[in-house]
C-alpha cells in the first residue's frame, strides 16, 4: 500500500512489537478508523516469534499489583497504577478472549497452552487485521514533526510520508524511538544491558559447566551497593547463569555497567547458614561414620559432581570417611559452600537478547493514558520507556499493560 501526506489518519504506531499491536487493536477495537502500524523490519512480533525459546512467556503468575511490581527494577512505582487497571488477569482473559488459553508453570511463568509463541503471534496479528488495523513492514519512521497543535507529519526512510493525528512510539530497545521522543523534548535515560549471565574468573565452575542447583544464595559487591538474591543457578562454561543471577543482574544493571562488570560475588551453594551448615556435618559424621565424603554428600540437594568439586577445590581426599573429617577440613569446606568468592570479569555472552535498562525519562510520561507531559498527541508504551522487569514474563506484561492503556486514551481523546 502506498502512503502519501494527504492521508489524515487517526493513529501511527511506531513498532510493530508487542506493545505496539496491543495499542493499535485497543485502539481500533475502541472506535478509531484508521490506525496503522508501521514495523521497521521486515518481521513484526518477531521478539514476541522467539521469547521463551519459541514458547513465548506470555506474562506470570503474579495477581496481586503490588506483589507485580517488586519484579520491575526500574519504573516500580509508576507502574502500580497502570497494573491496577491492566494486569496479570486481564491478560490473561485478554488473551482467551482472542482463542489463546494460557497455563502456568511451577515457577510461575504463563506460556501458551500450544507451548507454541505461533498462537500469540497469530492472535495478535489476527485480531490487528479484524480490528481494521493496517501493518506495513520495513517502514523506518526517518522523522516526525509537529504539523500544527493538534497533527503530526511522519517521514519515512524511503520518503513515503502521511499525517496522522496521534502518534504511538512503542519502538523497543531501537535508537530510533528514542531519538524520536528527543526530538519533542523528552530527556533519555541511557541504555545499559540488563538480564544478563555473569562471567566469572574461576576455572572450578567452567570446569563444573552444566550443573543445575536450586535455592542458592547470591550476594553480588559492586563499588557502590550489595545485592543480594536466591535461586536457582546454571554453572556454565564462561561463569554463572540461571534464573537467579539474571534477577540479581537485572538490579544490579546500571551500577555493573559503570563498574564496568567488574565486581566480586558471594555464594552460599547451599543457602544455609555457617551453624545449621556445621549441624550438617555432625549429622553425616554421627549418622554415616563408615562412609565416604565422596559416596555421601553433605546434603541431598548437592549434585554429586558439584560436592566431589568442592571436595577437590579443598584439597580434601573423597575417600575420607566421615568418621575420620577433621574439624580442621570442615571449616575450610564451610567456607567454600557457604561463602564462596569469586570475581566477576564481564557479562557473559548473548546478554543484549534480553533486556535493556534505560529509555524515556518515566516523569515525562503521563501514566494514566501514556501520553507525553511534553507534547499533547505524543504517546510511548513498552521498553522504549525506562522500565524493564526481571525474567519471567515480566517485561510482556508490562508491554500488554502500557499498550493497553494508550490505545484506549487515544481511543477516548478522538471522541
Known amino acids: 500500500m502506498h502512503l502519501s501526506s494527504d492521508q489524515v489518519v487517526d493513529l ?3 513498532g510493530g512489537g508487542p506493545a505496539g499491536f496491543m495499542a493499535a487493536i485497543t485502539a481500533a477495537e475502541k472506535g478509531l478508523s484508521s490506525v496503522y502500524v508501521l514495523e521497521a523490519s521486515s518481521k513484526p512480533l518477531e521478539k514476541v516469534r522467539l521469547s521463551g525459546g519459541g514458547r513465548c512467556n506470555v506474562t506470570h503468575a503474579c495477581w496481586n499489583p503490588r506483589d507485580l511490581i517488586v519484579n520491575y527494577p526500574r519504573g516500580k512505582m509508576p507502574l502500580l497504577g497502570p497494573f491496577n487497571r491492566f494486569a496479570t488477569r486481564d491478560a490473561v482473559s485478554w488473551f482467551a478472549a482472542r482463542g489463546v488459553d494460557l497455563k502456568v508453570e511451577a515457577d510461575g511463568r ?10 500469540v503471534v497469530n492472535s495478535l496479528r489476527e485480531s490487528a487485521i479484524a480490528a481494521g488495523v493496517k501493518l506495513f513492514t520495513k517502514a523506518l519512521v526517518e522523522k516526525i514533526e509537529l504539523l500544527n497543535k493538534k497533527q503530526f507529519f511522519v517521514q519515512l526512510k524511503d520518503q513515503r510520508s502521511f499525517i496522522s493525528n496521534s502518534v504511538l512510539i512503542a519502538t523497543g530497545g531501537h535508537p530510533s524511538g528514542r531519538r524520536i521522543a ?31 542447583l536450586d535455592d542458592v544464595q547470591l550476594s553480588l559487591i559492586t563499588t557502590q551497593k550489595t545485592y543480594k538474591e536466591t535461586g536457582r543457578v546454571l554453572l556454565t562454561h564462561w561463569g554463572l547463569s540461571g534464573p537467579a543471577v539474571l534477577k540479581l543482574t537485572s538490579f544490579a544493571a546500571r551500577q555493573l555497567y559503570y563498574d564496568n562488570y567488574k565486581a566480586e560475588i558471594i555464594v552460599n551453594w547451599i543457602c544455609v547458614s555457617d551453624e545449621e551448615a556445621n549441624s550438617l556435618f555432625n549429622f553425616q559424621r554421627n549418622s554415616n561414620p563408615r562412609k565416604t565424603l565422596g559416596a555421601l554428600p553433605l546434603c541431598s ?3 554429586r559432581r558439584l560436592w566431589l568439586g568442592l571436595l577437590y577445590q579443598a584439597g580434601i581426599d573423597p575417600d575420607t570417611r566421615w568418621s575420620e573429617f577433621s574439624k580442621k577440613l570442615q571449616k575450610q569446606l564451610l567456607t ?15 546478554g543484549e537478547e534480553f533486556v535493556t535498562a534505560g529509555g524515556v525519562e518515566l516523569n515525562e510520561i503521563d501514566f494514566v493514558t501514556m501520553e507525553s507531559r511534553l507534547q499533547k498527541g505524543l504517546y510511548f508504551s513498552g521498553e522504549v520507556l525506562d522500565i524493564d522487569g526481571v525474567t519471567g514474563g515480566f517485561n510482556f506484561q508490562h508491554c500488554w499493560t502500557s499498550g493497553w492503556l494508550a490505545g484506549l486514551a487515544i481511543a477516548d481523546s478522538s471522541h
Open 301 to 303: 540437594k548437592l549434585p
Open 336 to 350: 567454600n559452600l557457604v561463602n564462596s568468592h569469586y570475581k566477576t570479569i564481564n557479562k557473559g555472552p548473548y
Open 110 to 119: 504463563m506460556f501458551p497452552v500450544t507451548n507454541s509463541s505461533e498462537s
Open 12 to 14: 501511527i504506531v511506531v
Open 182 to 212: 528527543e526530538t519533542f523534548g523528552h530527556s533519555i535515560i541511557r541504555s545499559v544491558p540488563s538480564l544478563f549471565t555473569l562471567s566469572i574468573e574461576s576455572d572450578w565452575i567452567k570446569s563444573n559447566s552444566g550443573i543445575a
